[in-house]
């Protein structure tokens, strides 16, 4: 007997999040994701934190690189100009 | 994020009396500013601009020190293949096509050198720890699967009491505090922008894998962030 597919607890489709916003999850899981996100107010939440981590993680700068790693960097270039 | 699409085309650039054929990109894609400041950066570091070289390396050092790390056995290790990384397109600059961008062919150099420490090293790749664990901790859902703590949205935070250098600051300490593989697959996916299928074909893993550890490392990203959240509220 073919079984239904059974509506996602939270739990499940918080790990289909990821995939989601990428568009890699297949159609099917993918209604059953926007099935349950619309009764949902959690994993709604959720899934905006996670958008909204993601293009924080697009948005981030360059960390502040120590002053002598980039000093020693430029060193190399200045050594490498003059020899070349 | 956007995949940077360049077609190229070469013009040629005098330096020190020797005729360079310096790659020029006719841009395909919108929202490619940042790749439109490389290929400046590039032009200026073939006329030997020195203020474009350390433009690069506060732009790229972090990445190539994150992902040299995955290959190698410690922080210092990567921080030697980024060295050797910068000398090899010091040397190698001029014969730079522009088939790829500036950023990608950084990236390949930096892999291809920190692959082969990492062999010197008998270090073996390390395979992402939380692959079987949940992305949520089981503590926060009810027996039934239901959260029983559920999320509250970063949103309010940052409207009532964070601005948005906040949310970008613990974000990049989140990164940060990933481990192998997920800090450099997140690190080229997300704060770099490549597509999951270049991440896949620099790292050498399936796109399968790469989804799957991206899944985790975001995973990640975001209980750490949402914690910080959490600690900032009065």
Same mark, same amino acid.
């Given at each position: ?84 | ?155 309010? @935070? /940052?409207? &009532?009491?964070? #601005?948005?250098?906040? +949310?970008?600051?613990?974000?990049? %300490?989140?990164?940060? $505090? *990933?481990?192998?593989?997920?800090? @450099? /697959?997140? &690190?080229?996916? #997300?704060?770099?922008? +490549?597509?999951?299928?270049?991440? %896949?074909?620099?790292? $050498? *893993? ?5 989804? /799957? ?22």
């Amino acid at each position: 007997m073919k079984l239904l597919p059974s509506p996602l607890v939270c739990r499940d489709a918080v790990e289909l999040v990821s995939d989601y916003l990428d568009g890699t999850l297949p159609r099917r899981q993918r209604r059953r994701l926007e099935k349950h996100l619309a009764e949902c107010d959690a994993c709604t939440a959720y899934l905006d934190q996670m958008r909204a981590t993601i293009a924080a993680s697009g948005q981030v700068g360059p960390d502040d690189l120590p002053s002598d790693v980039v000093d020693g960097l430029v060193n190399l270039f200045r050594k490498y100009r003059n020899e070349n | 994020m956007s995949n940077h699409q360049a077609t190229s085309t070469t013009a040629g650039l005098w330096s020190r009396g020797r005729r360079i054929v310096a790659p020029r990109f006719e841009l395909t894609a919108p929202g490619t500013v940042l790749h439109v400041d490389d290929v400046e950066l590039l032009e200026r570091l073939l006329g030997g601009d020195e203020s474009a070289f350390t433009e690069l390396v506060r732009r790229y050092q972090p990445t190539l020190v994150k992902v040299a790390r995955y290959y190698v056995a410690s922080v210092a290790s990567a921080e030697d293949v980024a060295q050797d990384t910068w000398i090899a397109v010091l040397k190698g600059i001029e014969k730079f096509e522009g088939r790829s961008s500036l950023k990608t062919w950084l990236l390949r150099i930096c892999v291809n050198r920190a692959r082969t420490s990492g062999v010197k090293e008998h270090r073996s790749i390390p395979v992402d720890p939380n692959e079987s664990g949940p992305s949520v901790s089981a503590h926060r859902f009810d027996r039934g699967g239901l959260w029983s703590d559920p999320p509250v949205p970063f949103t309010d @935070a /940052v409207d &009532t009491r964070l #601005d948005n250098s906040a +949310l970008l600051n613990a974000v990049r %300490a989140a990164i940060d $505090e *990933l481990g192998d593989p997920q800090q @450099a /697959v997140v &690190t080229l996916r #997300d704060v770099e922008g +490549l597509s999951t299928q270049e991440v %896949a074909t620099l790292l $050498e *893993l399936s796109e399968a894998n790469v989804r /799957v550890i991206l899944h985790r490392g975001r995973a990640r990203v975001r209980a750490i962030v949402e914690e910080a959240m959490k600690g900032s509220k009065i």
